[in-house]
C-alpha cells in the first residue's frame, strides 16, 4: 500500500467513526426536567384514595413507594413527611419530600447530595422521581430519572441556599 493510500483509509476511517458516536449519542433520550406540579400540602392531611404519604398504611400490602425505613433509621429528624403521586398521563410518578428546613440548612452541600441519593435511589427501584421541599413550598432539590433507558438515567439537582433559607 502506498503512503497516499494509507492516509485516505486512515481518514475514511476516523471519519466513519465519527459519524458512528453523534448518531449513538442522539439516540439517548435525556433526562426529563422535574415536575413543575405545584406542592399540594393539603393531601398531608387529606389525602386521596391514590395518594400515599408518610401517614398512609395499607393492612394488606406494602404501599409503594416505601420511605418509612428510611425515615424511622436515618432521616427521622431531617424528613418530615413525604406525597407520592402516581404516574398520570404524560406525568411520572414522583413523591415530594417535605423536610425540616432546621435541619437542613444545617446540612453541607455533601450532606444534602448523600440524602437525595440515598432517598432518590430508593423512589427509583419504584420508578418514582423525587423532589424535595420545604413547608414553605420552596423547592430545595430533585431527583429526576429517565425510566426509558436500562438502567435508568438519573440526575440530581441541588438548590444553592444559604444557612437561613434564602437563596443567594
Known sequence: MRHGQTSFS?????????????????????????????????????????????????????????????????????????IAYPAFEKEPARVDLIVNQQIWSLLDYVERYDFVNRLGSTARNFRYNVRVFNYQKESLATYTCNFTTSPALCSIQIGTQNKIGLGR
Not at 399540594?40 to 420511605?67: C, G, M
Open 10 to 82: 486512515l481518514l475514511l476511517t476516523i471519519s466513519f467513526a465519527g459519524l458512528l458516536i453523534p448518531t449513538s449519542l442522539a439516540q439517548t433520550r435525556p433526562i426529563p426536567p422535574p415536575s413543575s406540579a405545584p406542592l399540594e400540602l393539603d393531601l398531608l392531611t387529606k389525602p386521596t384514595d391514590y395518594i400515599i404519604t408518610a401517614n398512609t398504611i395499607n393492612p394488606v400490602r406494602l404501599t409503594v413507594p416505601s420511605l418509612w425505613w428510611a425515615q424511622q433509621n436515618s432521616e427521622k429528624k431531617l424528613l418530615d413527611n413525604w
